[in-house]
Each structure stands twice: as C-alpha cells, then as structure tokens.
Nanobody
C-alpha cells in the first residue's frame, strides 16, 4: 500500500497550493479519504474528509471556505485545494485512507508533505 503526497512547498500568506495524494495497493474507491495536518508541537488534526464515492465532504472550521477536497476514483487520487493560505496553516499535511471491515478498521497514512506559509 502506498499513499504518496505531493504539492507542498513555501507560499506567501494569501496564496494557494494544491496538494495531491496518489494511492496504490488497495481498492481506492472503497475508502474514505482525508487530509490531516500536524504543526510543530501540536497534535495531528483533521483538515478535510471525503466519502468513498465523493458525495460527502467535511471540513475543519478553520479551513471552511478556503480549502476544497476532491477525489478521482478513476485515477486513485485525492486532492486538497488550499486558497487564502494563512501562516497558521503551516504544517506537515498527511493523506489518510480508511474503511470499515466486518471486524476492524483498515487505514493507511502517507508520509506527509510540508506546507509553509510565510507572513
């Protein structure tokens, strides 16, 4: 199983970035996908999530109206469009896949991509 994030980098406050996560090794269309982030000294937090069919999304209050999560089940990718970035968005962003089986949750993490927003 592989989840490979890309698209991170350094951007000025107010700018935009688009993160992508390429998945392989599992049935992507059966998994809900999420983006989490972890800033230095802070706990990892949920940023946005999308259902397996893409029909439902949810966002942290701190990013509502600025970030958009989407997925392409034909290409096994999930993206996070981040607009109006703020310095407090600086963190390592992780892609996360999860689905519920009969007796357990199956989940996978990517390695993370750094996003740095300068003021």
């Amino acid at each position: 199983v592989h989840l490979v994030e890309s698209g991170g980098g350094l951007v000025q406050s107010g700018g935009s970035l688009r993160l992508s996560c390429a998945a392989s090794g599992f049935t992507f269309s059966s998994y809900a996908m999420s983006w989490y982030r972890q800033a230095p000294g802070k706990e990892r937090e949920l940023v946005a999530g999308i259902s397996s069919d893409g029909g439902s999304t949810n966002y942290a209050d701190s990013v509502k109206g600025r970030f958009t999560i989407s997925r392409d089940n034909a290409k096994n990718t999930v993206s996070l469009q981040m607009n109006s970035l703020k310095p407090e968005d600086t963190a390592v962003y992780y892609c996360y896949a999860a689905t519920t089986g009969w007796t357990r949750v199956y989940s996978y993490w990517g390695q993370g991509t750094q996003v740095t927003v300068s003021s």
